[in-house]
């Protein structure tokens, strides 16, 4: 079967359509929603699809987590509070366009540039995936600890104003992952003698804890006696209408950014949050307008929102080929394929193609569903949301955040995490340190870790073997150009407003 006899296949299926479509509309619900993510609904729903039939029963998640990732930019405009840690990217100049009372036309973009690198990752998995997985293959332990250690240094000196506190935070996050269990000696490291922290912190409550929690402290404080989260606009045509001639000078960032993402996703673990910050800082460095980034550009919501959507497609290439997921949905997805019997990895694509390809074809046909709900009910979605008074929109955030860190893994201790990360989320943003940091070094830690334990150990010269690879030196050599090229950048923005001042 090919993606074309796959495509007939699924839209003859009324039922697998159902399932696609009613993925699109919770994917985008659940990404909208403060504090609930796409990675938190899909293991939530994960029971539902035991009774199913394998197709749809993948089908129905891959699309969640595919329109959950373009949801959770509706979140980041509105509230600033982004549903994952990609979003954050988007709420740099997405949440300002929000103040200015263009939700609508920010959530345009968002919606515009998330169909183009879906659909860019996506047709670049179908083509190539077989080519893409012998990228990811040839890259041994020393490559991959190189790509962790140029990525962290990328999110902490792109992110935020500092390097120096962009740094620290992304540190913090390594130092959170780290507490629980040594992954080969099973020795306690951070526990202070608590059975509950040797299981380690779970992404979840710490997400909700960091950027919603926290930012619905850091909004009271600010707002008082507010009753608008942003700006309602009477002028709506004007202000979140699209025109042609507004979205043209993003066409080269979304091209950019959706091979970014692209690649990103080919290699395991890093992710759509890496793609987006990526994307990010590469387009505010190429940008014709940089000092407007953060402030409010349409460019800076088309960027990572491309980028953060052409992950998806690629991320699915170690996870079908090497049988390693290229991110926590395709882990989710692990989960299914092993409960309906799928063996996962090389010979998939000889045991099991015709279900391959037709996944794909329902991730196509999702990119079109989430994307026409998107572009004409995103903006009813803001115009709603933004009318709710805050006396009754955060105790529901509140709500929904105790619910969605309880129900990751039923632990009421992720609770307390939770809390707490929420209190840290609010000192960090205080500080001025950047919690979207915090959180990505976090995700990346226990990889970065596996890869560089591994490194070593194939080494004869410790780590030297980092110098005498290539590949991994170059990808080390990225990383500390990109920090150099950021600390140039804001003493050069330093000066000239120093020099604006006199």
Known sequence: MDIFTALATVLGDPILLGWVFLAAIVGMIVGAIPGLTASAAIAMLLPLTFYMEPLPA???????????????????????????????????????????????????????????????????????????????????????????????????????????????????????????????SSTERFTFGNFDLTNGISLVPLMIGIFVLGEVFTQLEERGAKTELVPNSDNDAERNGLSWAEYKPCIPHVIRSSFIGSFIGMLPGLGSAIA?????????????????????????????EAANNAVSGPSMAPLLTLGIPGSTIGAILIGVFLIHGIQIGPTMFLTSRDLVFALFACGLIGIVMYGVIGYFGAAFIGKFITRISPQVLYPLIFLTSFVAAYTSRGNLFDVYVMVAAGFAGWGMRKLQFNPAALVISFVLASGAEETFRQALLLSDNGLMIFVTRPIALAFLLIGVAAMIARVRSLNKQSRAARLGDT
Request: glycine residues 14%; without cysteine.
């Open 276 to 304: 987006a910050f990526v994307a990010y800082g590469e387009g505010k460095r190429r940008a014709r307008n940089p000092e407007e980034w953060g402030k409010g550009a349409l460019e800076g919501v088309a960027a990572p």
């Open 58 to 184: 993948l089908a129905f998640l891959y699309v969640i987590g595919k329109s959950g990732r373009y949801g959770g930019s509706i979140a980041a405009i509105l509230f600033n509070t982004p549903g994952t840690a990609a979003s954050a990217a988007t709420q740099l100049d997405g949440y300002p366009l929000a103040r200015q009372g263009k939700a609508g036309k920010a959530m345009k973009v968002a919606t515009i540039s998330s169909v183009i690198g879906d659909f860019t990752g996506e047709i670049l998995l179908i083509i190539g995936v077989a080519w893409i997985a012998s990228i990811a293959l040839k890259l041994g332990p020393p490559e991959l600890f190189a790509v962790y250690f140029a990525a962290f240094i990328v999110i902490g000196s792109v992110i935020g104003k500092s390097v120096t506190r962009g740094l620290a935070s992304a540190a913090l996050g390594v130092l959170v992952a780290m507490i629980g269990l040594d992954p080969i």
